[in-house]
């Protein structure tokens, strides 16, 4: 608190005027204002969405073509996360991270393929900082370079100094939800055995993964060397090495390039080169050459890994020119060549229309062409949004899709989509869709949703020192 400051005055008043001019001293000067005390800030931020779906479904026919019953689904789906940044910590400010995501769906209607309740939390963790190095324990998540993206319970530990940064990890998976899903049958000359005699359940202590990652990333230069390990029943499930870099040229263009490399076959999973530009203040392009093996992407414990080792190879540019602010023109085009098989080519026109009312409206409609080696479509897509005051949005799409063969008798496809959402209050949305398809898999899908969501973000608390 800042005190309020005071003048103390002398009595002068009360003294002849020679008394006063032989007695007055010096009034004491103002007191300056006290310095405000620092302020401790930290974030807390959550948010939740509640989702009710309706809609028919079946499994595909069974075997000899058995027709299987039609069921209706209500599930109810809710999705929570929260998380607190800058905390303080007994050793140092702002040093405590905590993170927490989880969701729960109850199935009321009766089916055999569905648990009436089911639920999972995606991550749980704290994150502690100490200096330049930090510890991050619990359920977690690894993105980007050699892990691609994974799941698990352990731990990270990892520093960073002057842009150079290390990091490594270790702990167990966290199994898909639809590994042990009911309903989930195992194809194959072993199918009857293996339903009347199903495997044993995954060990927790089989399923396990390592990994590190180092580099450095300040501007204009970032790079970095990572490897990832990974073990399925306790045999090798993946082994990989990754090189990422990207930097900035010239003040005007961004290059750089990805590489995974697998390290059971020594291949290219994939590799990425590309350059981004600006040339013109109203123009973007950009370029990029890919080489892919998808299998090599695939689990090595996995059957469908054997299937196909075919990999392509993709040349292409995109191209976007701002011809007026509300206006905006998107071209794209890649030419494929893959192994052993006809060259390939897909590409996009598209027009893209903002208009900054008092309400915002976005018109976008695009042109497509797909021409693969087995089949090639020509699309269409138009989608358009606008809010229609300050609480009400919506949303319109439409796509259609024309097949150079005809896919199971059918030549097209066609989707529509709509959404439509009210702001009850500030932290508050409510949100109705639906959507209406017809493919050469269904003759007519019907879906509908409704979804209330909750947002809080409390604002930086403040704390007296």
């Known amino acids: 608190m800042i005190a309020p400051s005071t003048l103390a005055l002398a009595g002068l008043w009360s003294l002849p005027s020679s ?3 032989r007695s007055v001293t010096p009034a004491p000067a103002p007191a300056s204002p006290a310095a405000p005390a620092p302020i401790d800030r930290f974030t807390l931020v959550g948010h939740s969405e509640t989702y009710l779906r309706l809609y028919q479904r079946a499994l595909l026919p069974g075997q000899n073509g058995a027709a299987v019953p039609t069921e209706t689904a209500v599930p109810l789906v ?13 050793w140092q400010k702002d040093a405590i991270q905590l993170e927490f995501a989880a969701w729960a769906r109850v199935w009321p209607t009766s089916t055999s393929l569905e648990r009436p309740f089911d639920g999972d939390v995606q991550t749980a963790s704290v994150r502690l900082q100490a200096g330049p190095a930090w510890a991050a324990l619990g359920r977690q998540q690894m993105a980007g370079g050699a892990a691609r993206f994974v799941r698990f319970d352990g731990i990270r530990l990892g520093a960073a100094h002057l842009g150079l940064f290390v990091e490594g990890y270790a702990g167990f998976t966290v199994l898909p939800r639809w590994n042990e899903q009911p309903g989930y049958h195992q194809l194959g000359d072993a199918e009857d055995e293996l ?3 199903p495997p044993p359940a995954a060990q927790r202590g089989d399923q396990w993964l390592a990994g590190a990652r180092t580099g450095y990333a300040s501007l204009p230069l970032s790079a970095s060397l990572s490897y990832h390990e990974q073990r399925r029943d306790a045999e090798l499930d993946r082994r990989s090495l990754g090189v990422d870099v990207a930097t900035r040229a010239f003040g005007m263009a961004s290059l ?4 995974l490399l697998d390290l059971d076959s020594t291949r290219f999973a994939d590799a990425r080169f590309w350059v981004d530009a600006a040339p013109h203040p109203l123009i973007d392009v950009g370029v990029e050459l890919l080489h892919a093996e998808p299998a090599l992407l695939l689990s090595r414990q996995s059957v469908l890994s054997v299937f196909s080792t075919d990999g392509y190879d993709e040349l292409g ?3 976007r020119v701002r011809a007026r602010r509300w206006l905006r023109f998107e071209a794209n085009g890649y030419l494929d060549l893959y192994d052993g098989g006809d060259p390939g080519a897909r590409g996009q026109l598209a027009a893209r229309l903002s208009f900054d009312e008092r309400y ?10 797909v021409d693969a080696p087995d089949n090639g479509y020509h699309g269409l897509r138009a989608s358009f949004s606008r809010q229609l005051s300050k609480s009400l949005g919506s949303t319109l799409e439409a796509y259609g899709y024309f097949y150079d ?3 199971a008798g059918i030549s097209s496809s066609f989707l529509g989509a709509g959404t439509l959402s009210y702001r009850v209050q500030e932290p508050f949305e409510v949100l109705w869709s639906a959507s209406l398809a017809r493919s050469p898999y269904a003759e007519l899908d019907a879906q509908t949703m409704l979804r209330a969501s909750y947002r809080f973000d409390a604002s930086p608390r403040t704390r007296q020192q």
Request: net charge neutral; charged share 15%.
């Open 317 to 319: 540019g995109t191209l």
């Open 19 to 21: 008394a006063q001019e």
């Open 405 to 407: 063969t005809p896919v």
């Open 360 to 369: 915002p409206t976005l018109v976008r409609v695009a042109y497509s062409r």
């Open 78 to 90: 809710s999705y929570l996360l929260a998380n607190a940044r800058d905390v303080d910590a007994p």
């Open 256 to 259: 750089g390039g990805t590489a």
């Open 195 to 197: 339903l009347v005699n």
